[in-house]
C-alpha cells in the first residue's frame, strides 16, 4: 500500500471468523533497516500502542470481528517498511492457530495534488 506523507492509510488485516474459534491475540509489527519492532497488541488485558512514537497516531476497529486493520495517520516518511499483523485463535479444543500477513507501506509526498481538470494536448483536437 502507499500512504501520503501527513496523510492517513490503513494497512490491510481481515479474516473471516469462524465459530469455535476465539481471538486471543492481534499484534503488528514493523520491520524497517532489517529490526522488527512490535507497534500494537490487543490481547485479554486490552490494547496496548508499543513504540512511542506510533502512539495517538494508530487505531484498529474494536467491534469489528474479521478485521484488524490498522489505520496510520499523520504519516511520516520513516513509517515506510513492512507491517506484519499476526493473529492468534484459540479453537474449541484450546489448540492454537496462528496466522500471519505482511505488508508493505510506502510513504510518499505528493508532488502534484491530483486536479480535477486538465488539458488535453493540443494533436488530440
Given at each position: 500500500v502507499t500512504g501520503t506523507w501527513m496523510g492517513s492509510t490503513t494497512?490491510?488485516?481481515t479474516y473471516v471468523p469462524s465459530e469455535g474459534f476465539t481471538e486471543?491475540?492481534?499484534s503488528w509489527s514493523v520491520e524497517r533497516d532489517s529490526s522488527t519492532s512490535t507497534i500494537?497488541?490487543?490481547d485479554d488485558s486490552g490494547d496496548h500502542i508499543l513504540l512511542s512514537k506510533f502512539r495517538g497516531r494508530v487505531s484498529i476497529p474494536k467491534q469489528s470481528p474479521g478485521n484488524a486493520s490498522l489505520l496510520i495517520e499523520n504519516l511520516e516518511m520513516p513509517d515506510s517498511g513492512h507491517y506484519t499483523c499476526q493473529v492468534i485463535?484459540?479453537?474449541?479444543?484450546?489448540s492454537l492457530i496462528t496466522r500471519e500477513v505482511t505488508t508493505t507501506l510506502k510513504v510518499v509526498k505528493e508532488v502534484n495534488p491530483p486536479s480535477s481538470s486538465w488539458e488535453l494536448p493540443s494533436s488530440l483536437h
Open positions: 494497512v490491510p488485516c486471543q491475540t492481534l500494537f497488541r490487543r485463535w484459540r479453537s474449541t479444543d484450546k
